[in-house]
């Protein structure tokens, strides 16, 4: 039982790239949710969906985008890389009675 | 909106020493309620977590909380730390499905 897939691990783009992020669950949960982790600042939660098709957006959304076309998939997109979205990033699924479970994290560098 | 504060940012332990981590949340509905800790360079790991029934939750490695509907409080404690408890210990609270964490806090434990 995989549990999270995150994909990749580490990452360094240019400004201005674009990239995805990739999210994968095995466990038939529902909710999906992206969020990036910055020093002293905790998890803020980027977007999420509680379904396919059906997506939010969280507290920082700008300069990214995602899709839920299945319930196991959730990628994030950077479309235009900035300094500013060098993080550690986390994609997290739920069940409607469990708690939220993580993937190992994508640590990002913008140069 | 659901919100979580944790009241100590850093927190500088002797082994042996009790723990207690502040939580407190604001929501005015039904919550459930986590406590996650993650271990330098590690994603996000669930300690434990209260959904219904005895406030008095116990979870892992020796870790307990109490839920305090009264002062939508969830602090976690621990009797007599270890040098292995050094981490990230980040408080959540979820309803309708959205995971919202606390800002986080950072224990070190001095051998």
């Known amino acids: 039982n995989a549990g999270v897939t995150q994909t990749p691990k580490f990452q360094v783009l240019k400004t201005g790239q674009s990239m995805t992020l990739q999210c994968a669950q095995d466990m038939n949960h529902e909710y999906m949710s992206w969020y990036r982790q910055d020093p002293g600042m905790g998890l803020r939660l980027i977007h999420y969906?509680?379904?396919?098709?059906?997506?939010d957006q969280g507290e920082v959304p700008n300069g990214y985008n995602v899709s839920r076309s299945t319930t196991e998939d959730f990628p994030l997109r950077l479309l235009s890389a900035a300094p500013s979205q060098t993080s550690v990033y986390f994609c997290?699924?739920?069940?409607?009675?469990?708690?939220?479970?993580f993937g190992q994290g994508t640590r990002l560098t913008v140069v | 909106a659901q919100s979580v504060s944790q009241h100590n940012h850093h927190v500088i332990l002797s082994e042996a020493a009790s723990l207690e981590l502040g939580c407190n949340y604001s929501?005015?509905?039904?919550?459930?309620l986590f406590w996650y800790v993650q271990y330098p360079g590690q994603h996000l790991q669930l300690l434990l977590k209260y959904f219904s029934g005895d406030p008095l939750v116990k979870g892992i490695k020796g870790f307990e909380a109490e839920f305090i509907k009264s002062k939508f409080s969830f602090n976690l404690r621990k009797p007599s730390v270890q040098w292995s408890d050094t981490a990230e210990y980040f408080c959540?609270?979820?309803?309708?499905?959205?995971?919202?964490f606390g800002i986080g806090t950072k224990l070190q434990v001095i051998p």
């Open positions: 997290a699924s739920k069940g409607r009675y469990t708690e939220a479970f």
């Open positions: 959540a609270v979820t309803s309708d499905q959205k995971v919202t």
């Open positions: 969906s509680v379904g396919a098709g059906i997506t």
């Open positions: 929501y005015g509905g039904t919550v459930n």
